[in-house]
């Protein structure tokens, strides 16, 4: 569409411009508090490994960082390391190539170009996985690493 432009202002709020019209995007934080207080009661904890990729509940976050996508705010991640049944270091995957190096190409995920987003690394609770899509391979999981330990 003609025109049309998708912003966030100073403090993170969504805007999306239309013909010098500017309309607030406004996150749903409620509907996913729901969500997530079902996630914690229902869900159990999952077994999981390194390099695994699994679909996850990331839900609707603050600002910058990365939201699930959909109705369910679900994306799909990449297993990093664990450290307990309970939690583990996750880093989100995206459909979208950037050219930056925080977005690392793993390679076709569910079919699609994948890349990691190694800038939104976050520790998570396995109750938020979902269920496993694959893995990725040895050397690919590798260059994710170091790029994520050179991030720091």
């Not at 509907?31 to 609707?60: F, M, P, Q």
């Not at 990093?80 to 459909?95: E, R």
Request: with cysteine.
């Amino acid at each position: 569409m003609a025109g049309l432009e998708l912003f966030r202002d100073a403090i993170g709020r969504k805007h999306l411009k239309h013909d010098k019209i500017i309309y607030i995007v406004q996150k749903d934080f409620d509907s996913w508090n729901t969500n997530k207080k079902r996630i914690h009661a229902e869900h159990k904890n999952k077994l999981y490994h390194k390099r695994e990729i699994w679909w996850c509940s990331l839900g609707v976050n603050v600002g910058f960082e990365q939201d699930g996508t959909g109705s369910d705010s679900e994306r799909p991640v990449l297993i990093i390391k664990g450290f307990s049944k309970q939690v583990c270091l996750v880093i989100p995957l995206t459909t979208s190539e950037k050219k930056n190096p925080y977005h690392v190409s793993l390679g076709k995920v569910d079919n699609r170009n994948g890349f990691a987003i190694i800038s939104q690394i976050r520790l998570i609770d396995t109750k938020r996985l979902i269920n496993k899509i694959g893995f990725v391979d040895h050397k690919i999981f590798e260059k994710i690493r170091k790029a994520a330990k050179d991030l720091l």
